[in-house]
């Protein structure tokens, strides 16, 4: 499975971007990447997923680069309401029992 | 609407009272996870299953007993809970086997659980 590294912690203040990067060096061929939004004593909520190239919905973007052992997290004109955890998850295709969620990083956004 | 639930959301109990935790999902998923959250360490799977009566432990199973008699429940049972099982819960469910193309991982609320 592989193995994610991100940022522990990240500032931003509002209506700016904010970028998030995950490496994942040993990245499989099947592999996909996807990202979780976790606010204080809730759950891990879904917010994309990509496999390469670029991915855009209503919340996030996703650019993963050609060699694909890292990828960043892109949110638009953050608000306050968007400080939480984000997780980088990687792989898991013949391991759903191997699902690793890591420290993730911590984003607090500031008025 | 797709829900994960779980109850109790909060729960204070003593050592060794046994005590289950529920988790019911209404998405038909196959697959079924628990994870307990402690600060500092993450995410930690406890158990996981993929079909009814198949089971097995995740990274942190210890302490811990499931059940999957039908495809929408798993309960998480604390046969003997100790003070190190202090922690917050969570349920999780998915279409598919891991986190590839279209299979989302839904999680519940989270359990609060206290052991004194």
């Known amino acids: 499975l592989a193995k994610t590294t991100q940022p522990i912690s990240m500032d931003s203040y509002e209506g700016q971007e904010v970028n998030i990067t995950c490496s994942h060096n040993?990245?499989?061929?099947?592999?996909?990447i996807t990202w979780y939004q976790q606010f204080p004593s809730q759950g891990p909520r879904f917010i994309i997923q990509?496999?390469?190239t670029k991915v855009t919905n209503e919340v996030a973007s996703l650019f993963i680069p050609a060699d694909r052992k890292s990828s960043t997290l892109s949110l638009p004109r953050v608000s306050l309401s968007d400080t939480a955890v984000y997780y980088c998850l990687v792989g898991a295709s013949r391991g759903y029992n191997k699902l690793i969620f890591g420290a993730g990083t911590r984003l607090a956004v500031h008025p | 609407e797709a829900q994960v639930t779980q109850n109790p959301r909060y729960l204070i109990t003593v050592t060794g009272k046994k005590l289950t935790v529920t988790c019911s999902q209404n998405?038909?998923?196959?697959?079924m996870s628990w994870y307990r959250q402690d600060p500092g360490l993450g995410l930690r799977q406890i158990y996981y299953s993929m079909n009814v009566e198949v089971t097995d432990k995740g990274d942190v199973p210890e302490g811990y007993k499931v059940s999957r008699k039908e495809k929408r429940n798993f309960p998480l049972i604390l046969e003997s809970p100790s003070p190190n099982q202090t922690s917050l819960y969570f349920c999780?469910?998915?279409?598919?086997?891991?986190?590839?193309?279209?299979?989302?991982?839904?999680f519940g609320e989270g359990s609060w659980l206290t052991v004194v």
């Open positions: 990509g496999y390469k």
């Open positions: 040993n990245i499989a061929t099947n592999d996909y």
């Open positions: 999780a469910s998915s279409s598919g086997q891991g986190i590839d193309s279209g299979n989302t991982i839904y």
């Open positions: 998405m038909n998923h196959e697959y």
